[in-house]
């Protein structure tokens, strides 16, 4: 089937290609949130039918086919400048029974949807798969975060870095992962993520006794999945010392 794809594709085919896995209800939300959910059906079969997007169901996925990234729609990206030729053939696999690591993964994606809808740029953002694929042509063995992008806070334009904390961290861990994070991207705000609010204040603690960021409490910023994944920047977060993030600590 031919399909001449309009912009509005392309850019989802792009997301699709940095998430690797994307929910149908995901797409929606990012590109076809004014369609009608028959018109949107269509579209998503449209796409798939030829051969830009791959799916499969899978029964505890709730919110239709997951999509992936294929060589066609690579191709397509690669055309118009969006995407290296070199990149065409990274196409992702569906495991027959999806693990942790996928559902972490489409976690994040709610999270970069949150933000996005509340200051973050879209057009900036670097996902963790992106971020692996730097590593590799580093040599790097390193930890990547889960994305970087560029935000709105006031009138300025600043830069931050998304840590989704799907399964605990070890204590121990944290003062090394901070430091790192902090080191390698000097400047940025780190916002960390956690599945539930008591997980967050948790995490919230540890930092503040591994002193990483004692000289730059308003630097990093603590939330939990659900309000973030729903108002982004606007998701409840706090600053190191337990202030609501964007206030000094003598506030």
Known sequence: ????????????LLFTWQS?????????RAYWHDLPARSFARRMAALRAAGLLGFRGYPWLKDGPLHFSSRKGNRCLAEIGLLSRSHIADCPRPAEEPGPA????????????????SGADGRTWVSDHQLRIQRRAMGSQERVPDGVFEFRRGPTQEQGL?????SPYHRSSIAALLARLRDRYEGHTLFVVCPSLKRADTFRAW???????????????FSWREPVAKDGLDGGFVDLWGHPWGRSSND
Not at 102 to 117: A, T
Not at 207 to 213: D, I, Q
């Open 1 to 12: 089937m031919s399909l001449e794809p309009t912009d509005r594709d392309l850019a989802a």
């Open 102 to 117: 996928l559902r972490h993964d489409l976690n994040v994606i709610d999270l970069r949807l949150g933000l996005e809808e």
């Open 162 to 166: 998304l840590e989704y904390e799907h």
């Open 207 to 221: 930092a503040a006794g591994s002193r990483a960021y004692d000289d730059a409490p308003d630097q990093i910023a």
């Open 20 to 28: 690797r896995f994307v929910t149908a209800a995901q797409l929606r």
